[in-house]
């Protein structure tokens, strides 16, 4: 009897869930065509290696993200895509090149350090020597206090940062349990990001750029920072700015957290050190082809004037070669057109990939397309604001329509590391989940089983989303991803696993083929009714 009713039990499930999307397609025979062309045939890492090891760091402004666009246009083209093009999102600064770096201590003994430039800081002007000092520099008082005493220093400007003993691995996948808790949803449940405190961090920028004009004044040589990786991990973004009008400061670095604590407890000793130092960099004027999006297609049929989009950021930071962030999401995406177009594949819908530049100083080249292409809404004109980032601002009034809202079915992103996909945020789309979970069936044996109803931030969907338009980013295996390469000199092509990408290739041209047939768009959640403040951005 108990046989029998676990029976009756397990049809019941089974009639009754999938019902849910008994009208979704799936077309099974292309999955095959897509699952052979992906395994047997790939050329994701090819691609990879030409964005890594040849073309490498990809700061937006740079000419190696100009290089990145040329190339990824010429190449998409190569495989048959059609109204390839590079679009400037300029204005957007200044262009940043840092040539070579070097740093030692020479007293009270020799030891080379290892330290990397920030973005848009100055050079030094050839090889200055000066006296390692620490100073505390978080208030007015703290800069009252050495004010007189900074000349000719080389300042650390962090505590020293005690590093933990590893007893697991930096590489991690997700575990069934876990993802079952990443898809459950918890209405009452903390979020994990709270809430943005503008005032504290309107606050903290208008300090932070009195720092600058008072290291230049009182004639610091360099100012390095404590890397928060360690083993040699340096994890390194921007410290000047890219508007020419700002002031930049001295050079600026980040050093490995064990020479950065070995010279902080010398000076804890009152020991006398001194250091030597040269950074040399290329500034240079604004270029609108540095600062850019690239966009391609492969053309619809009946449904022509509908789109899918599919994509990832181009530009990268600089201190490696921007593998898993963002390498990976691009080249993914170019290997799902790749693979559509290999197995001859005709949409219904047109298909654009786009490539974007400016995600890593706040998804500027996707609010630009979005800006102009899709809706807008007036930002804020607080004063209270005035000095925040522009995608910190609160939008005001109400969104301003243009001619592609209504014609974008769904745009799907990967930016989350060098991992497999494991599923997909929904966005809170509960219609868009119950499809979704069909189309990851033919995938649950490559680990591509779940999709949540939870929301992820800080990826170029956001744009989408934001404006009422379909935006999803997969799941991806954390990997390494926090613990090594995010924004750090380990951000290399040495990090990426060919069957991971090759697995997230062949998932994102299914959802993207499965998007362009289906015989209407993709289903919208209900437009904001007001704009709201975004949330702190996830650590991704």
Known sequence: MRLISLLVCSLFVSSTLPALAADEKVDLNLVNKIRDEG???????????VLTDEIGPRLTGSPGLRKAGDWTKSQLTDWGLQNAQVVSIAPFGRSWVLEKSSMRLVAPSNLVLDAIPKAWTPGTDGVKRGKVVYAKLETEEDLAKWKGKLKGVILLRDAMTPTKLHTAGDTKRYTEQELQELENMDLGGATGRPPMDMADIAKRIAFGKKINPYLTEEGVIATVNVSRGDDGTIFVQGGGSYKKDEPTGPAALVMSTEQYNRIFRLIEKKKDLEAEVEVAVNFGDEDPANSINVFAEIPGSDKKDEIVMLGGHLDSWHAGTGATDNAAGVAVAMEAVR??????????????????????????????????????????TDPKEKDLPSFMRRPSGPLSYKPLHGKISAYYNLDNGGGKIRGIYAENNSAAKVIFDTWLAPFHDLGAKTSTLRKTGSTDHVSFDTVGVPGFQFIQEPMDYFTRTHHSNMDVYDKLQKGDMMQAAMIMANFVAHTANRDELMPRKPLPVEPTRPAAPASR
């Open 39 to 49: 395994t047997n045939r790939s050329k994701i890492m090819e691609t990879l290696s």
């Open 339 to 380: 693979l559509l177009k290999a197995i001859g594949f005709k949409p219904r819908r047109t298909i654009r990939i786009a490539l974007w530049g400016g995600e890593e100083q706040g998804l500027l080249g996707s609010r630009d397309f979005i800006n102009k292409n899709v809706a807008s809404r007036p930002e804020s």
